[in-house]
């Protein structure tokens, strides 16, 4: 099991740029795949993007693509999302996911695949 801890997540103005953090604990965390997700008030949980392993491999959404970036230090057990060009519609709680089943090269994008999550951290775009 991973435990995460997101931080990072702030009110801020369109355009701006943000970096968000998950600390993991755990042995398990440099066989996990990762990934962040969000969830707007009334809306599902949504993918943003994820990580394999290695960090070889990186999936994004189609809706942060080019403007998100995920990564991630294993000699750190830190998980990173860069969000540059922030939106009105990037507003939600933002989770860390970790995937301890993922083969090498993975990086999955359903949330069913996840096994661990943090508590989210509320990143908030205004206009």
């Known amino acids: 099991q991973v435990q995460l801890v997101e931080s990072g997540g702030r009110l801020v103005q369109a355009g701006d740029s943000l970096r968000l953090s998950c600390a993991a604990s755990g042995r398990t965390f440099n066989r996990c795949a990762m990934a962040w997700f969000r969830q707007a008030p009334g809306k599902e949980r949504e993918f943003v993007a994820s990580?394999?392993?290695?960090?070889?491999?990186?999936n994004y959404a189609d809706s942060v693509k080019g403007r998100f970036t995920i990564s991630r230090d294993n000699a750190k057990k830190m998980v990173y999302l860069q969000m540059n060009s922030l939106q009105l519609e990037d507003t939600a709680l933002y989770y860390c996911a970790a995937d301890a089943q993922a083969i090498l090269t993975s990086a999955p994008t359903t949330p069913l695949t996840y096994e661990d999550w943090g508590q989210g951290t509320q990143v908030t775009v205004s206009s």
């Open positions: 990580i394999s392993r290695s960090g070889s491999l990186t």
